[in-house]
């Protein structure tokens, strides 16, 4: 089955205590990204991957880090967790060519205390 | 600056009625446009879409819209059911680029 599998679904952590949430895609696409979702404010891309070894910022990349040393797989990185990442957190995969838009992934909802 | 919007956050509508969720877009070089449906504690899944060559697209009940002078597109679901109930993004992909900007969503509350 064609999916996007992001781990953990539910996190809670303590401020400033590093922490990584998986991203892995088995439909060979170049691009991947990763959003958050926050009441009132819609999907906000974090950070994106046109392909392996390349990465970009999107709209609210402070805080983050990504890597993409596998075409599968997008990690998201939080060095230093603060309260105001507390969110719900989408991995998202797409083709480059034809661009029909994102398989997303089920979702990680991360509360930083 | 928001590029794609859905004025509405929310909206009520009586099982068996029409559904009716507006996008209004400003960027004229967004070339494909597709909605979202959003369940609780599941990621969006894409529902359907319309190329800006089209001026409808229809999937069963279903129906995109596309009003390209007004710069605004619509989605109906005829009828709804209470299935339906959930976000919906409206999201656009501008012409030559790879980024898809999306909408803030729209809660869509089917009532019985």
């Known amino acids: 089955e064609a999916q996007v599998t992001q781990n953990p679904r539910y996190l809670i952590t303590v401020t400033g205590k590093k922490l990584t949430v998986t991203c892995s895609q088995n439909?060979?696409?170049?691009?991947m990204s990763w959003y958050r979702q926050d009441p009132g404010l819609g999907l906000r891309q974090i950070y994106y991957?046109?392909?392996?070894?390349?990465?970009d910022k999107g709209d609210v990349p402070e805080g983050y880090k990504v890597s993409r040393k596998e075409k599968r797989n997008f990690p998201l990185i939080l060095e230093s967790p603060s309260p105001n990442q507390t969110s719900l957190y989408f991995c998202?995969?797409?083709?480059?060519?034809?661009?029909?838009?994102?398989?997303f992934g089920s979702g990680t909802r991360l509360t930083v205390v | 600056d928001q590029q794609v919007k859905q004025n509405s956050p929310s909206l009520s509508v009586q099982e068996g009625r029409i559904s009716i969720l507006n996008c209004d877009y400003t960027?004229?070089?967004?070339?494909?446009f597709l909605w979202y449906k959003k369940y609780p504690a599941e990621g969006p899944t894409f529902l359907i879409s319309?190329?800006?060559?089209?001026d409808k697209n229809e999937d069963g009940r279903f129906t995109v819209f596309l009003n390209k002078s007004a710069k605004h597109l619509s989605l109906h679901i005829v009828p709804s059911q209470p299935g339906d109930s959930a976000v919906y993004f409206c999201?656009?992909?501008?012409?030559?680029?790879?980024?898809?900007?999306f909408g803030k969503g729209t809660r869509l509350h089917i009532l019985p």
């Open positions: 960027n004229s070089m967004f070339d494909y």
């Open positions: 991957s046109m392909n392996v070894e390349v990465t």
């Open positions: 319309i190329s800006s060559i089209k």
């Open positions: 998202a995969s797409k083709q480059l060519i034809p661009n029909y838009g994102y398989t």
């Open positions: 999201a656009a992909l501008p012409n030559r680029d790879d980024k898809i900007i």
């Open positions: 439909m060979n696409h170049e691009y």
